[in-house]
Structure formats: structure tokens, C-alpha cells
């Protein structure tokens, strides 16, 4: 890693999620359980600790053991701003949106940019979004 990732707490639905971002983002992901660390703070099924790595969107996250507070962000978000071409943007979008809350479409504004927010059904908040070709 060249940079900081973010290491989402999910409560109970860490296998789904990182899922998930992998079909959205594609990339590698990595899976491994509270059985394989030899954890007993949780069902052995869960998920200890996953990597999705290798693609445009890196994350790291596990499933909240007991006592530890899952995943709510505010005040903060995940940004696509220019990180691939627009139509690959607007696919990315639309599939964040899937059971998830737009809160602003992904359309122009009166800056001249395209972007909009939306917060995906696993609670994380995404700006997506790109400059226009002149």
C-alpha cells in the first residue's frame, strides 16, 4: 500500500460487503476468519480481517467483535473525483446506489463538474464524480 486505507468495523457483514466492493471495484479480495486467527471473541465464521486490494478502490475491514462499535461515518466520505473515466464513474455510481441512499445525483453542477453523493448499503458515503472533456 502506497497510502492510508480505510479499515471499515462492519456489524456482522464484513463477508458481504467487501463482496460487494469487489463486484463494484474489482480488484483482489481476501477473506479470513475468527476461526483461522484462532479468535474466540466472535462466531468462527466471521470475518477477522479482509483485504480488497489490487484494483482502483483499496479497503480493509472485519466484522465488529462484541463491544466494538461498527461502522458510522459522518463528517466524512470516500472520493471518486476523477479516479477513472466518467462513464466508469457513473457505473460505479449506480451500483453504490443499489440498496444503498443518494443523497445527490451524479449530474452537472453549476461549477461545471459532475458529481453527486451517495451512501451505500453497507453505511459508507461516496462522492463520485469527474471534470467534463471541454
Known sequence: MTGPVLYVSFPGTARQALEFYAEV??????????????????????????????????????????????????GAMLSLLGSAEPEMLHRWFDRLAEGGTVLDPLASTPWGSVDGQVVDRHGLRWLVGYEPAP
Open 25 to 74: 471495484f474489482g480488484g483482489d479480495l481476501e477473506l479470513h476468519t475468527f476461526e483461522e486467527f484462532s479468535r474466540t471473541d466472535g462466531p468462527p465464521e466471521a470475518i477477522a480481517h479482509g483485504i480488497l486490494s489490487g484494483g482502483p478502490v483499496s479497503l480493509f475491514g472485519s466484522d465488529a467483535a462484541p463491544g466494538e462499535v461498527p461502522v458510522h461515518i459522518e
